[in-house]
Nanobody, 122 residues
């Protein structure tokens, strides 16, 4: 599998916004796509996911009301609009083009890209 390519990260002040993009390659038809993040010294954690149709979205409690996930199937791309950013959002953000959702657990099984760094200053 060819890894997805994430972009859009950067340095922003608390309260600011960023929009991440992820271009997936290969077949994504029918799959849930989404975002995860990993802060220094912590395990990778789920952030948000979206169904193939876009009709269902899922968010970690820590980002609900601040982040919005969307996708463009014609471009094989998933986006993450991040508003009201907090220093605790600082992490490397990764997307995954294939996520299995079972019993409220989000299990990625697609290839990981290099990620994109998001740094939020106080």
């Amino acid at each position: 599998q060819v890894p997805a390519v994430e972009s859009g990260g950067g340095l922003v002040q608390a309260g600011g916004s960023l929009r991440l993009s992820c271009a997936a390659s290969g077949r994504t038809f029918g799959y849930v796509m989404g975002w995860f993040r990993q802060a220094p010294g912590k395990e990778r954690e789920f952030v948000a996911a979206i169904s193939w149709s876009g009709g269902s979205t899922y968010y970690a409690d820590s980002v609900k009301g601040r982040f919005t996930i969307s996708r463009d199937n014609a471009r094989n791309t998933v986006y993450l609009q991040m508003n009201s950013l907090k220093p605790e959002d600082t992490a490397v953000y990764y997307c995954n083009a294939k996520i299995d959702i079972r019993n409220s657990a989000y299990n990625p099984f697609g290839s990981w890209g290099q990620g994109t760094q998001v740094t939020v200053s106080p």
